[in-house]
Nanobody
């Protein structure tokens, strides 16, 4: 059974930092792309950052220069370091992983959301 377990959300003041983690567990062949989305109350799901298995990254324009996505392939983990957080970035943050779970079968899995609150 494949699971993505997210940790690291919480309350932070404007301008503060948080680091999110997402660990993939279960029987898998390989992990391809991994990344993060977020959804604020009343808003659509928004891509935040993604990273390929080779380490190439992509970011939403709004977070470039402040957020950093990274991964540790030995630990099947993706991270999102968020600096200079803004109140409007309060949201539920979700990780995803594109997994090969058997020969020729690839699927995107999602972790549970973690709430990030940015408030003084």
């Amino acid at each position: 059974q494949v699971q993505l377990v997210v940790s690291g959300g919480g309350l932070v003041q404007p301008g503060g930092s948080l680091r999110l983690s997402c660990v993939v567990s279960g029987r898998i062949f390989s992990i391809n792309a991994m990344g993060w989305y977020r959804q604020a109350p009343g808003k659509q799901l928004e891509m935040v950052a993604g990273i390929t298995s080779a380490g190439s990254t992509i970011y939403a324009d709004s977070v470039k220069g402040r957020f950093t996505i990274s991964r540790d392939n030995r630990k099947n983990t993706v991270y999102l370091q968020m600096n200079s957080l803004k109140p409007e970035e309060a949201a539920d943050y979700y990780c995803y992983a594109d997994l090969q779970i058997s020969v020729g079968l690839n699927r995107r899995y999602w972790g549970q959301g973690t709430q990030v609150t940015v408030s003084s």
